[in-house]
């Protein structure tokens, strides 16, 4: 993997507005785009919005847009274009020729992220994996040499000379990168054997929602937390003790919309941390406008991992920056979602479901932390009591 870096490259960002979509879900979509653009190092200097039914097959946008967009691309000295959608092989070919920069999908910037982020061996091989993955069936672009060392986002990792050289030595690659992982696997699965029957309980969500900071304050640990998308790659596990209740907490990467599938096989170790997890504590930014989209977004993922059965609790995180629009007595508009204020919230969150707990919190000002360390050991104390129904020296001392 290469990791060099060209800072300030300027990017410009593309999507489309769909029948049947909110202009302001648009706009969200564009803001999550943007945020994972300044992630991966390029600065967004403009978008384009395009309304249509379903992306062009040839161009993504209609032929006059691309136009328009080529000759702002020109104009501006713009390096990257960035389209929201993941773009088949033949339309990356035929945008690269119109707009003359470098062409980026959704899934490439989010691989190029996750190889910038990557900091063990072991995600490093994910990551190359599902990056080699990903250029395979697009080899047909003009890459100067593969494994060039050329800066830039997008550029991290493998390009391409002599086509079918190039696919055979890729998938060479990608079959001893899984044999790479298949070893590391093992060695994963016999190091969670050792650790013995302890409870586990897995923090799962959308990026950047919380997790780390709220591991950090649950296990007292130091986990990398910052206000970037994908600040955590690899699963981190520790062992947390509530009242005289030890279970095992781990933090893994977070969730995103489209998140790549070949990213999602590739992660699949990662994920075992889950898969294996006994309780689900899925936090949510519930300062974000987007957070019940979100949500769905963490549940499908579950149900990818064959893991929405689950004992689950509900974390809304962030209160202290919760903000909503206040309606006038007077207005008799229909409520919308942004509305509703916390209590409101509050309100049908803890009555929609009877089947999962739900606590709101601030893992930064620490409101309402003791009720969340209550509520995950009487939690915990379930699943260990199901299990260990003779066992009950470890919780004497309730909290
Ligand atoms: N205002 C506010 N900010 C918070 C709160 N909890 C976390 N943050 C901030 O949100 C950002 C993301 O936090 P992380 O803990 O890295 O989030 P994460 O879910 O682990 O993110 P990824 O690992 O990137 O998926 C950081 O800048 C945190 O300081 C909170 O309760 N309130
Ligand atoms: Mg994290």
């Not at 990903?134 to 991290?156: A, D, K, N, S, V």
């Not at 009487?378 to 199901?386: L, W």
């Amino acid at each position: 993997m290469i990791e060099t870096k060209n800072p300030g490259e300027k990017a410009i960002l593309v999507g489309i507005f769909y029948p049947g979509q909110e202009e302001k879900e648009v706009i969200e979509y564009l803001d999550e785009l943007a945020f994972l653009t300044e992630t991966a190092g390029a600065e967004p200097v403009k978008r384009f919005i395009q309304k249509l039914d379903s992306p062009n097959p040839r161009t993504f946008t209609g032929a006059g847009k691309i136009e328009e967009i080529a000759s702002f691309v020109s104009e501006n000295k713009i390096d990257i274009a960035i389209f929201d959608d993941e773009l088949s092989p033949s339309q990356l070919r035929n945008i690269e020729k119109v707009l003359g920069c470098r062409i980026l999908d959704r899934t490439n910037l989010i691989l190029d992220i996750f190889a910038g982020r990557a900091r063990t061996s072991y995600a490093r091989t994910q990551v190359e994996l599902a990056q080699y993955q990903y250029l395979l069936p697009r080899l047909t672009r003009m890459w100067t040499h593969l494994e060039r060392q050329r800066g830039g986002i997008g550029l991290r990792g493998p390009g391409e000379t002599e086509i079918e050289t190039d696919r055979r030595i890729i998938r060479d690659k990608i079959s001893k990168l899984k044999e790479q992982l298949k070893k590391i696997d093992i060695q994963m699965t016999i190091q969670r054997k050792n650790r013995g029957k302890m409870v586990r309980v897995a923090l799962v969500g959308y990026t950047n929602v919380g997790k780390s900071t709220i591991m950090n304050l649950l296990s007292k640990s130091d986990v990398f937390a910052e206000n970037k998308l994908f600040a955590t790659l690899d699963t981190t596990v520790r062992k947390v003790v509530i009242g005289n209740l030890p279970f095992l907490l781990s933090d893994t990467v977070g969730f995103i919309r489209k998140l790549p599938h070949d990213l999602v096989e590739s992660f699949k170790s990662t994920l075992d941390e889950v898969r294996e997890a006994d309780l689900l504590v899925h936090i949510v930014d519930i300062s974000h406008p987007g957070f019940e989209e979100q949500i769905n977004v963490v549940n499908e993922t579950l149900r990818e991992l064959r893991s929405s059965n689950k004992p689950t609790l509900i974390i809304f995180n962030k209160i202290d920056i919760f903000s909503y629009t206040r309606k006038d007595e007077d207005d008799l508009t229909p409520v919308k979602k942004e509305n509703y204020s916390l209590a409101d919230l509050k309100k049908t969150w803890m009555a929609s479901d009877k089947n999962f707990r739900t606590v709101f919190i601030s893992a930064k000002t620490k409101e309402n932390i003791d009720d969340l360390r209550k509520i995950l050991y009487e939690e915990v104390k379930k699943i260990h009591v199901r299990r260990y129904p003779f066992n009950d020296f470890l919780y004497k001392n309730e909290i």
